[in-house]
């Protein structure tokens, strides 16, 4: 793939997004022309890029005469930094002297060392080794669905009020023991060799039943097929998470996962709808929880929660770490409100999606901070952003290309209907089921709207292509069918490009210009699970 790449006139595109400035991914009504042209020059040009021969030098044999520029990508971090990357995830900073003579071919002494060591370059004895790094980055297409979610129930005895998947105490319905155990089944049959099964809901604890049945027979699987298996459940943590569920979810080696908005104003203004005392029960889950694992392990409990963010968490960035670390839990994973279900509908709660960036940056500084304290809290989105950087994968499906959909995650419905990922079952309706528990799995991954989805999420479709972090993003085309009615994407209309570009344009400055948020980051990586 890397070395058949055409050239794309990167110089056409990259004068009108400069000319475009900064924000150039993140129109409004009043864009600039520079970024109708952008667009317009995206839409009727692939075809022509695409046919037109390829500009590299070769030998006899097709192999490109070395030394060459690899096709890179270039951005402005600013204070006069750029970061250059490829597509195998390899990248360097560049000062603007550096950026100048890259683009010019003019490379000499440490600056053309620095961009063979990071592929920018390829010579003989780098191409091997960026063969082998793109294969690595790459490496989660031969592998097939890793994560595969069981949809328990629908119900949940809360009504939040950015429940993407609408759930409520009235709904009715759940994943019989039978349908439990087929779809277990159905994932034991995906060609990776280890695999997680999660439980969601609704409240999946609503139906422990089912819960109980699929872990049993994914053991006995697990004997059979010598594959590897995980379990993780997603719970809201209050009533239905009783001390007898909680013990042998501990005891099966379950990975628990509950809702924390922070501080009880918030989280109950989010969560407790017709629910008084929603963050209290939490709390007091959180202790028996401890209670429980202290004793049956001599190693320290590890407590996952995750927050969603609305309007009123905003304001209250330093006091939702804080409420983290007084419940002991050092991970925090600060989440948009995905707009599907109620979370598209509640403008109450929503915001831009700047708003929620200078939000998570607020958050990022304040767990800096902590840890110059000596409490070693973690942002979850800043570590998968580092793991992308620096170790070339994450294993988070929402940051790469193609995306998880079918690819790497499938979604089995109470029904016994299969799904290509979480959002698609919450969208429901045809469009996103590619089969049912009784047919193989094999059928719903071959089938046509599978293949839709993973085609839809190849960001080298997209104006992605032109952009540095490329190799560390990805996009959703199931989110964006759900807000435009279309399966491909204009990226330039997606809050996710805002967002994610964002983040990880964040984390590289930091790194760039702060020598004690570098320490942090490199510590963060050696402890990261």
């Known amino acids: 793939m890397l070395l058949s790449r055409r050239i794309y006139p990167r110089q056409v595109a990259g004068d009108l997004v400069r000319e475009a400035g900064p924000n150039w991914r993140t129109p409004d009504a009043d864009a600039s022309p520079a970024l109708e042209r952008l667009n317009h020059w995206l839409a009727l040009s692939a075809e022509r890029i695409l046919k037109a021969p390829p500009v590299t030098p070769c030998d006899a044999s097709g192999r490109p005469v070395l030394p060459v520029l690899n096709f890179y990508r270039t951005a402005e971090l600013g204070n006069d930094v750029f970061v250059a990357s490829v597509d195998s995830g390899s990248w360097t900073f560049l000062d603007r002297t550096e950026h100048t003579a890259l683009r010019s071919g003019d490379l000499s002494g440490e600056l053309e060392r620095r961009l063979e060591a990071s592929h920018i370059l390829l010579t003989e004895q780098n191409l091997d080794e960026y063969v082998e790094r793109l294969g690595r980055h790459y490496g989660f297409l031969n592998e097939g669905p890793t994560l595969h979610i069981l949809v328990v129930t629908p119900r949940c005895n809360l009504t939040c009020v950015y429940c993407q998947a609408s759930s409520a105490p009235s709904l009715s319905g759940g994943m019989t023991t039978d349908v439990a155990r087929t779809a277990v089944e159905r994932a034991f049959e995906t060609p990776a060799d280890s695999l997680i099964i999660e439980f969601q809901g609704g409240e999946p604890l609503l139906n422990f039943d089912a819960v109980r049945a699929a872990i049993e027979r994914a053991r006995q699987l697990e004997e059979l097929t010598q594959k590897r298996v995980e379990f993780s459940l997603i719970s809201n943590f209050t009533e239905p998470a009783t001390e007898e569920k909680l013990a042998f979810l501990i005891d099966a080696g379950v990975s628990v996962c509950f809702s924390l908005d922070g501080p009880a104003q918030i989280h109950d203004a989010n969560r407790g709808m017709g629910h008084p005392g929603c963050h209290q029960a939490v709390v007091r889950n959180i202790g028996v929880f401890r209670r429980l694992w202290e004793a049956r392990n001599t190693t320290p409990v590890v407590l996952r929660a995750m927050m969603t963010t609305t309007r009123a968490s905003l304001p209250h960035a330093r006091q939702v770490v804080e409420s983290y670390i007084r419940e002991g839990i050092n991970r925090i994973a600060i989440r948009p409100v995905t707009r ?190």
């Open 340 to 529: 599907l279900g109620r979370g598209l509908a509640a403008r109450a709660v929503t915001y831009e999606a700047p708003e929620f960036v200078s939000f998570w940056k607020q958050v990022v500084d304040y767990v800096l901070e902590t840890r110059e304290r000596g409490v070693e809290a973690r942002e979850v989105y800043l570590e998968l952003i580092l793991k992308k950087l620096f170790t070339g994968e994450s294993g988070f499906m929402d940051l790469r290309s193609p995306c998880g959909a079918s690819f790497g995650q499938v979604v089995y419905h109470h029904d016994g209907g299969i799904y290509t990922c979480d959002e698609g079952r919450m969208i429901g309706g045809p469009n996103f089921r590619i089969g049912d528990i009784s047919q193989p799995l094999a059928c719903a991954l071959r089938s046509d709207r599978a293949r839709a989805v993973i085609e839809a999420s190849m960001t080298e479709h997209y104006a992605c292509d032109f952009c540095a972090f490329r190799p560390f993003c990805g996009v959703c085309p199931v989110l964006h069918w759900a807000h435009r009615g279309t399966l491909v994407p204009n990226i330039l209309e997606e809050d996710r490009c805002v967002i994610f570009g964002s983040m990880i344009r964040h984390v590289l400055s930091l790194f760039a210009a702060s020598p004690d948020a570098r320490a942090h980051f490199e510590r963060m990586l050696c402890d990261a699970d």
